[in-house]
């Protein structure tokens, strides 16, 4: 983690920093279930880290709803503008940024959300506390559709999968719930021709612009390299998310935030990897809003777990899976959380299945 300049992470100036808190949960959450999955003796005294880590750093704030862009600013119009208290992230228990300045609301949303990601300690999946103040984090980090920031903010779209306008009414930031694909996407298109243009700016610290494969070392407003870079994943997680893991098997989610979007039209993808060592294919029209295509090769021959993306299928029997042979596969009704109906199977390794709604 280091402590850049006397003021990183790393520093004495931070008591339970978030980072450090996310990743060790992580990994000792993960650890029995890497250490079952390859036959290797689970070791007692990782439960009891995990038990005995801190709690994620978090502080109570009020948040006023804002208009969104281009329209009147409503000011003291409690009507128009409704406050309401929340409890978010921050980056550490003293409440300071990680130059050691007092930590501002927007900027601990931005900051401060680690447990999501990249450490994927927490998910749209979590429950209890830690995933309602994860959901109000980044609520609160989403940013305004026209801003190049969408490009470096995961986090929303792994904890708004599937949220409507209607279950969240009011975002408590300018932008729709959870990131947006039609911004990301010209954001991403916008940077990589910033990348190749010529002349570009040029800063005394990053004298180079971008690499021989012109791979761009920075964005254009002198920031990331890396963290832009993850744009890409981002795109990927709109069209096919995972969730649930290590908590339980992984949960494959198609086009959860995609079919929400306003404007993103349809989409569709061939061999996205997920995890649990699924190879997943999909389509989706947004004219009839309708996921069709669904074929799931298995590698490794996990149980798969799947959140209907028919919003009619529930129930025993509602879905029907199929090898490549065109045998049927018995299929299980796990029940429904709050965006659904999960079915699960389970797979050989190499199997290679098509799944569809039953026909009425």
Known sequence: MGCAEGRGPACSRWKNVIMTVAFLKRLYSTLPVIAAELGEPVEPWWQEMYEHLPAYPRTNTQVCRQEPLGQPHCYNDTKRCPCKNVTIFTMADNGTDDKGNAEKTMVSAYYSLWPVFPSEHLDADSLGIDGRVA???TSLASVEPT?????????TIKMSAGRTRSENPWPLSLAEPGAQPVPMIKGLHDWLTWTISSPR??????PDQHRGNLFPFMTPNYAGGLEEIGVTMLINDMLLLVTGWPRHDPILRLFPVWRYAAGAGSASFRGLRAKGGFVVSAAYNNETDHVSGVEIRSDVGRLCALLSPWPRASGDGAVTVLTASGEKVPVSWRGNDARGAIFEWNTTAGGLYSVAPTPL
Do not use: E, F, G, Q
């Open 135 to 137: 959901s109000s984090t």
């Open 147 to 155: 801003s190049l920031a969408v490009i470096d903010l995961p986090s």
């Open 201 to 206: 700016p040029w800063t005394p610290w990053a």
